[in-house]
T-cell receptor, first 113, second 113 residues
Framework: DVKVTQSSRYLVKRTGEKVFLECVQDMDHENMFWYRQDPGLGLRLIYF???????EKGDIPEGYSVSREKKERFSLILESASTNQTSMYLC????????????FGPGTRLLVL | DQQVKQNSPSLSVQEGRISILNCDYTNSMFDYFLWYKKYPAEGPTFLISISSIKDKNEDGRFTVFLNKSAKHLSLHIVPSQPGDSAVYFC????????????FGGGTRLMVKP
C-alpha cells in the first residue's frame, strides 16, 4: 500500500510567520504535488515536482515555495503566512506513468491568525 | 476560469436509491477522468476512472459515464449506502501533462438511512 504522510494534522500560526509543511511518501514515486482545498473550489495545485530538485508552479503558487532535496520528501513553505492562506493542505504522489492515479496524504489544516 | 465544474455542491439520497453526481469540463484536451472520494479529516482516495476512448466504466456499485460531445461525466452509485456519505471530486488530465490533475469543486453526498 502506498503511504503518504504529512508532518502535522493541525497547525496554528500567526501572520508573518514562516511555515513548513512536510510530506513523505514511501513508494519511490517520481512525482509529488501540493494542493490546497477550500470549500467550493476543490483542490487547487500549488506546486509539483517531477524529480529531485525540480519544481514547477501550479495554478496558485503566489506566497508559497517548495523544496525537494530527496525523492521521498516534498516540503511546502509559506515564507510569510497570511490569513488568506488558512486552508487544508494536501500532499500527493504518483509514479509518473500516464493514467496513474495520485495518492494523497491525510492533509494539514492550517489556521493563520 | 474553472475547467472542471461540479455544479451541485451537495446531494441527499435515501439509502438503497441511486446517487448521481455530475461533472462538466471545458477543455477538449482532457482525455482521462477520475473520481475521488474524501471523508472528513482524510485525504482523497481514488474511486474510479474512465479514458476518453470509453463511454462507460463499471466497478461494483460505481459506474462512470462519459459523454464527450457534451463534455460531461457522471458517477452513479447503486445502491447508495450510508458509508458512501463523503465529498466526491471529479478530476481530469491530459495525456501530454503527465499526472497533473484538474479538480472540480466537489459534491457532498449524504446518504440517509
Amino acid at each position: 500500500d502506498v503511504k503518504v504522510t504529512q508532518s502535522s494534522r493541525y497547525l496554528v500560526k500567526r501572520t508573518g510567520e514562516k511555515v513548513f509543511l512536510e510530506c513523505v511518501q514511501d513508494m519511490d514515486h517520481e512525482n509529488m504535488f501540493w494542493y490546497r482545498q477550500d470549500p467550493g473550489l476543490g483542490l487547487r495545485l500549488i506546486y509539483f515536482s517531477y524529480d529531485v530538485k525540480m519544481k514547477e508552479k501550479g495554478d496558485i503558487p503566489e506566497g508559497y515555495s517548495v523544496s525537494r532535496e530527496k525523492k521521498e520528501r516534498f516540503s511546502l513553505i509559506l515564507e510569510s503566512a497570511s490569513t488568506n492562506q488558512t486552508s487544508m493542505y494536501l500532499c500527493a504522489s504518483s509514479s509518473g506513468q500516464y493514467q496513474e492515479t495520485q495518492y494523497f496524504g491525510p492533509g494539514t489544516r492550517l489556521l493563520v491568525l | 476560469d474553472q475547467q472542471v465544474k461540479q455544479n451541485s455542491p451537495s446531494l441527499s439520497v435515501q439509502e438503497g436509491r441511486i446517487s448521481i453526481l455530475n461533472c462538466d469540463y471545458t477543455n477538449s484536451m482532457f482525455d482521462y477522468f477520475l473520481w475521488y472520494k474524501k471523508y472528513p479529516a482524510e485525504g482523497p482516495t481514488f474511486l474510479i476512472s474512465i479514458s476518453s476512448i470509453k463511454d462507460k466504466n463499471e466497478d461494483g456499485r460505481f459506474t462512470v459515464f462519459l459523454n464527450k460531445s457534451a463534455k460531461h461525466l457522471s458517477l452513479h452509485i447503486v445502491p447508495s449506502q450510508p458509508g458512501d456519505s463523503a465529498v466526491y471530486f471529479c478530476a481530469a488530465s491530459k495525456s501530454n501533462a503527465g499526472n497533473m490533475l484538474t479538480f472540480g469543486g466537489g459534491t457532498r453526498l449524504m446518504v440517509k438511512p
